[in-house]
């Protein structure tokens, strides 16, 4: 009798146990990825290892399969690139120098068609050949924005999708090597654990926690299907579109893309905080987050009767993109759609800073080219080497000053 009364007892218990409260979870999730625990996430180390266990817990936690070639996770092992130009050489029989690992989780609705929606969990560690800090002393590199922000709205949205929209399977992936070359995205579109064919489109997250006050979005892949723009415009009533045609870019999504996969990638923003230490959770955009993940849902929604998506190839931009033998030393505003290159931040003791430029100033002529968007900044750009010295003409508010530039 009191082995039954307990048992009675017990079962209340569990079913009284609260429910998962979905809604909040962001803030956390970042908040752990990005902790000094973790050091960095860098592919391969112990810390890599804890966000990988972490997001395994929370795709169990959400009650996603695994899809993975070992339960969620997707091992890959790699020798370090030599050539900067030579491609990396994955190891499938554990001979290489580092292992990192996909981490993939799986809602099956038993539909025709997949839809992969990705962010890459990995950072920079202690910092290395990726980091813009210039201090010898080794510090961690959190990447609250990149890209523990892009897993954090990855994983509310596989909350949200539990048990809707099902006309569409849904594959959630958190990428690690993307810091090092798109190596787990890479890696997974040569040894896929499912029929690419069957993918309809691919949704990439890197860098979305950091929405500025105009709420202006980048939207890159927007031409790699023909039903994308009319989408995004449809359930678009908070954001500052700046939508880029091409599939190709520096994240995860140009490895689906140059599988014809159409994709969608998701940005909001360069800042000065970019691959430096202080890209921590603290300085993150949580409403911003939130509603992204919203207009996200929104969309995917809207496709979720649209059946196997249509592929198109788009003009690779990055092939026009001029080469330099020197810089200025800002980081652009990549966002900015006026007339001009907007300056987003300055880096210590580089030309520009020299020069008394300012972050917000607009680039608007340097030596004798205007410049009237990025493209042609970095055509002008192109044409000086070191030792140069040139004029820049920049408006600050509402002047315009003429600045001497020594390269």
């Known amino acids: 009798m009191r082995n039954l009364l307990f048992l009675i007892f017990l079962s209340f218990l569990i079913s009284c146990k609260p429910e998962i409260n979905k809604e909040t979870r962001i803030q956390e999730d970042v908040t752990y990825l990005a902790s000094d625990e973790l050091e960095g996430r860098q592919t391969g180390t112990s810390g890599e290892k804890k966000a990988a266990k972490y997001i395994q817990n929370r795709f169990k936690e959400l009650g996603l399969s695994p899809k993975g070639t070992q339960g969620f996770l997707q091992p890959f092992t790699f020798m370090p690139k030599t050539n900067p130009h030579g491609e990396v050489k994955f190891d499938v029989n554990g001979d290489g120098t580092i292992t ?38 080794k510090v961690i590199h959190n990447g609250a924005d990149d890209n523990a922000s892009g897993v954090a709205v990855m994983l509310d949205i596989a909350a949200k999708l539990k048990n ?17 070359g798109l190596l787990g995205s890479n890696y ?28 202006t979005l980048a939207v890159y892949g927007t031409g790699t299907s023909p039903i994308f723009k009319q989408v995004l415009k449809a359930h678009n009533d908070r954001f500052k579109l700046v939508q880029r045609e091409s599939g190709v870019g520096p994240s995860d999504h140009t490895s689906f893309y140059l599988a014809d996969i159409p994709v969608l990638h998701f940005f909001t923003g360069q800042h000065e905080d970019y691959h430096k230490p202080g890209d921590d ?37 990055s092939e026009e993109t001029p080469r330099f033998k020197v810089g200025l030393g800002v980081i652009p505003d990549y966002l900015f759609d006026g007339k001009g290159m907007r300056i987003d931040g300055i880096s210590e003791d580089k030309p520009a800073q020299k020069a008394g430029l300012q972050k917000g100033d607009i ?45």
């Open 164 to 180: 809707k929209n099902t006309r569409n399977n849904y594959l959630f992936m958190a990428f690690s090597g993307e810091e090092m």
């Open 100 to 137: 990192g690992n996909n981490v993939l989780g799986f809602i099956d609705n038993n539909a025709e068609n997949t839809v992969i929606i990705g962010a890459h969990y990995d950072h920079l560690g202690f910092g290395g050949e990726g980091s813009l800090y210039r201090d010898t002393v």
């Open 281 to 317: 959770a603290e300085k993150l955009n949580y409403n911003g987050m939130k509603t992204l993940g919203k207009y996200l849902l929104a969309i995917i929604s809207d496709l979720d009767n649209n059946g196997k998506l249509r592929f198109r190839k788009t003009k690779n931009e």
């Open 363 to 407: 680039v608007i002529q340097l030596g004798d080219s205007l410049v009237v968007d990025m493209m042609s900044y970095m055509r002008a750009l192109s044409s000086y080497k070191k030792g140069d010295q040139t004029k820049v003409i920049v408006k600050r508010a509402k002047k315009e000053l003429e600045k001497e530039i020594q390269f």
């Open 188 to 215: 997974f579109v040569k040894n896929p654990t499912l029929d690419l064919k069957k993918v309809s489109y691919m949704m990439n997250m890197d860098m979305v926690g950091r929405l500025k006050k105009d709420s």
